[in-house]
């Protein structure tokens, strides 16, 4: 198997050995093709044609071939440039383009969209000769859930998104409609997504290559928000963001700018900025006290953490027989808003409950969903107002004319500032169980934990979906399951109802990898290792920081002393814990009592 | 074609039908050929059911499959299903005709295959293997050769005749 093997790429010979199709050879030799339906962490599909090249075998036929498809071969000669191929796509591009509603310039992936890139590099002018697509006959916008927005007329079928909610969360909320020139990528019935089993996730809005599926964009009411001198108006920066929102201004992924991105939000006009590591550390201080209760009690185990809003979403309509193992903890983002609205009154002049407006930044779609549970909310006004992804962020960045990359670098306001290491690393998968476990050690054992990496939990790449590890914890042996992808918490939750699960926590993010690669971060699908360099950003800032466990945090321990007493207190319960509603009703697998 | 919902479907039928095709995604078509031969049609809710029983499928999917084949209907088909076959033999023989005059007969309007009075829909087919007997139109199972846009007619017109009786 050692054999070298070898092909020649452009007359440049090129070594290969288990990649998985001659496309990555291409771009590993530093060539390119364009796709539009390949991605690497999902399966080949071949639908776009785009990718051809012309290949010649040893016994000199020359032949066509899709790239993403085909598995590289010994001693075959590959030209990606030739006058056949470029006329290949040039063709598809026509088509495509003459079936497309073309209104670039109002289209939120405007400027982000490879139809439009590679209409652009390959020179198409004009798609007359075709029959174009008639406004008469555009289907319907779906516009009816807070994250993201559906258009049938941008979609050029390329079964990313299918293959995403498929493969990631294995849940198909999306799917092929029709046949032939009616086919159409829909929810069952071209239902709305608020109106099927759909999590919002957001991970089909990751890979669509054009603008059929978008972020629901915010932007324009936050800087009504800003500019309205009546109103004072809080952010707070979800973890993931800081090590990717850098890419959208020409900085390596998992480069950490949350010093930039403070500078940014003040100088956009927001007029006090927060972390919401710190709020992460919040999170932990509760969940970990919660879970020490319950393995004490032997009560509701395994716990399930309940950041993720789409994690808590799925439980919530698939299975709210098991709601009783999610931690009643808000998730960091909800934990924060409530403190900010009760506590910022209290340290400056000039905030009163009334004219707070909180904005968060998250990696995040289905966050924006979270926003808008009617558990968040407090005396009839949404704890969180608007909710911007990192993409949206970075939008409203450039659109104020600020050079991102040259700011000086700014810190949070206090007395919220403080944030240790298990706050960052909630961005990653494993992150929240690893930093609840180096709280927890302390809260039963009484002695600080002293190896703080707990290495099997981490790893964000396709093979590290889901973890097992084993800890113990003076004599106690607990088990911790981390799992990335709804599929992979389906297939836990199963376990749990069969019996043959081992485990007492169980952490699921249901985006792989966890929030670094979240739906609502910079566009990431060409490239698997985008997500392994950002989650390494929040590692090394984990090892940077002074302090590196929640309850080492004096920010946290100040609140605690003077606020909230203790963790799992009356007044904590009030602010930092939630409910959960079953959603049974409506949802897919109710159809049996309709 | 707007897919229906059916009130009061009943569930046991889909589930022995589930059992006796061992619950796989490779049988998905069988099931959905048998499920509307017990219903007539793939009830919208019926589709959602398949997706959420069987490992690795789900609604959307379902939905998919039963609007990619032509032999399935998302609306209640007639009581007498006329297939007018339009494979290559039947076509050059004049099959398209015989389809018009159906669905002039029947008033239908593109998109509707079901007539108003639930009586008859009408489905065109790729072959029916009887190429000798082109243009072939099958009525619930009873074949009728070397149709004609004035045959058709008559024969509609008998079984509407038939059915008036019967009343």
Partial sequence: ?594 | MSPQTHAGIDYSKVDEILSAFEYKKSNLIAILQKVQEVFRFLPLDVMTYIGTKIEGLSPATVYGVATFYAQFSLEPKGKYEIKVCDGTACHVRGSMPVLNAVYQCLNLKDGVYTSEDGLFSVETVSCLGACGLAPVVVVNDKVYPQMTADAIKIVIATIMNEEEEGK
């Fill in chain 1, 1 to 594: 198997m050692s054999d070298k093997k070898t092909l020649i790429i452009n007359g440049k010979e090129v070594e290969f050995t288990d990649e998985p199709n001659l496309l990555e050879v291409i771009r590993k030799a530093g060539f390119n093709v364009p796709t539009f339906c390949y991605r690497p962490d999902l399966t080949q599909y071949g639908a776009c044609r785009m990718c051809v090249v012309e290949v010649e075998y040893p016994n000199g036929r020359t032949l066509i071939n899709s790239s993403c498809t085909m598995p590289p071969e010994a001693n075959i000669k590959v030209k990606t440039n030739t006058e056949r191929t470029r006329r290949i796509r040039k063709t598809v591009l026509e088509l495509l383009l003459a079936n497309h509603d073309r209104e670039c310039t109002t289209c939120d992936k405007s400027g982000k969209c490879e139809l439009q890139q590679y209409a652009e590099e390959y020179g198409i002018k004009d798609v007359s000769k075709y029959v174009e697509k008639r406004k008469e006959d555009f289907l319907p916008i779906d516009n009816s859930n807070p994250a993201l927005v559906r258009d049938p007329n941008k979609c050029i079928l390329c079964g990313a998104c299918v293959r995403a909610c498929t493969e990631f969360q294995g849940h198909s909320v999306l799917g092929f409609a029709n046949r032939g020139s009616k086919t159409l990528v829909q929810p069952i019935a071209g239902k709305a997504l608020s109106k099927v089993d759909c999590v919002f996730c957001g991970q089909c809005q990751a890979v669509c290559p054009t603008g059929a599926l978008t972020i629901k964009n915010e932007v324009n009411d936050v800087w009504s928000l800003i500019t309205d001198p009546n109103k004072k108006v809080l952010a707070q920066i979800a973890p993931s963001v800081r090590v990717a929102i850098g890419e959208e201004f020409g900085l390596e992924p998992g480069a950490n700018t949350i010093g930039l991105i403070n500078a940014a939000l003040k100088e956009i006009g927001f007029d006090l900025v927060f972390d919401t590591n710190f709020s992460a550390d919040l999170t932990i201080m509760e969940e970990a006290h919660e879970f020490v209760e319950r393995v004490s009690k032997g009560e509701n185990l395994p716990l399930f953490t309940s950041c993720c809003p789409a994690w808590v979403r799925y439980l919530e309509t698939q299975h709210p027989e098991m709601l009783n193992h999610l931690s009643s903890c808000k998730s960091p983002q909800g934990m924060l808003s409530p403190i900010l609205r009760e506590l910022v009154p209290q340290y400056f002049e000039g905030y009163t409950s009334e004219n707070i407006n909180i904005v968060s930044i998250m990696p995040c779609t289905a966050k924006k969903v979270e926003a808008k549970r009617a558990q968040l909310r407090k005396d009839g006004k949404f704890e969180t107002d608007y909710v911007l992804t990192t993409q949206e962020l970075a939008k409203m960045i450039k659109s104020a004319g600020i050079d991102f990359k040259s700011l000086e670098p700014v810190e949070g306001d206090s007395p919220f500032a403080q944030y240790t290491g298990a706050g960052t690393i909630f961005g990653a998968s494993g992150g929240v169980a690893e930093a609840a476990v180096r709280t927890a050690y302390e809260f039963v054992t009484g002695e600080p934990l002293s190896d703080l990496d707990i290495n099997g939990m981490r790893g964000v790449d396709k093979n590290h979906r889901c973890k097992d590890v084993e800890l113990d914890i003076k004599g106690t042996k607990v088990k911790v399951r981390v799992v990335s992808t709804l599929k992979e918490a389906e297939k836990s939750l199963q376990e749990i109802k069969n019996g043959t699960a081992d485990f007492h926590m169980l952490e699921v993010m249901a985006c792989p990898g966890g929030c670094i690669n979240g739906g609502g971060q910079p566009r990431s699908c060409d490239d698997s290792h985008i997500k392994e360099k950002r989650a390494a950003g929040l590692y090394k800032e984990d090892t940077e920081l002074t302090y590196r466990r929640s309850n080492d945090n004096p920010d946290i321990k100040k609140l605690y002393k003077e606020f909230l007493e203790s963790p799992g207190s009356h007044k904590a319960h009030e602010l930092l814990h939630t409910a959960y509603q079953d959603k049974f009703k409506g949802s897919y697998k109710d159809v049996v009592k309709n």
